[in-house]
């Protein structure tokens, strides 16, 4: 029994300090509604998980204006073409990562009207890919920090997807701004 508290204390504390040590540069928990994976990355852009047809209020209420889907099947525009969102597909394969499906989100993201909500299936890895693509292209950050906060931002990076570290760490940056301007 003594083990088991020990082993639970060191977890509960474990957790605490990740939760406390979060670089305060990474997208932020929205909490809300059924979303398990809203982060807001600065006031004109956020990154989830594929809303439902619960989430539309809410999404009204926090102002989305544009919302970018990367998923090929289960999309949201039957639910949510009545409603008064732009609305943006590119179905993106998170196997097989390309310049042209990241140069046109990196476009929607520049011109569209904001806020925008940009999601794949779980707001993980082709959202992840898309966020530190963001970051670097229209934030300057490094692609060590944007890799960084794809994988240990808590916002469920599977590492299956050995690809999408692998296509940031060798993009070429100067080619990818050349074809968004």
């Not at 509960?12 to 809300?32: C, D, E, G, L, P």
């Not at 990196?106 to 693509?133: Q, V």
Request: hydrophobic share 45%.
């Amino acid at each position: 029994m003594k083990l088991i508290f020990s082993i639970f204390f060191l977890l509960i504390t474990f957790t605490i300090t990740i939760a406390q040590n979060r670089n305060a540069a990474w997208a932020q928990k929205v909490n809300a509604n059924s979303f398990t994976n809203l982060f807001k990355i600065n006031d004109s852009l956020y990154r989830s998980e594929q809303p439902d047809s619960l989430d539309i209020d809410f999404l009204k209420q926090m102002g989305i204006k544009s919302i970018l889907n990367f998923r090929k099947f289960h999309n949201d525009i039957d639910f949510l073409r009545s409603q008064d969102f732009n609305l943006y597909e590119i179905e993106m394969n998170a196997y097989c990562i390309k310049d042209k499906d990241v140069i046109a989100a990196l476009k929607i993201l520049k011109i569209a009207p904001k806020p925008l909500l940009f999601h794949c299936k779980h707001g993980s890895d082709r959202t992840g890919l898309i966020a530190a693509m963001y970051r670097i292209i229209f934030q300057g950050w490094t692609k060590e920090q944007a890799l960084e906060e794809l994988k240990q931002g808590n916002y469920g990076f599977h590492h299956i997807f050995i690809n999408i570290p692998s296509y940031i760490r060798n993009v070429d940056v100067e080619s990818i701004i050349k074809q968004i301007d």
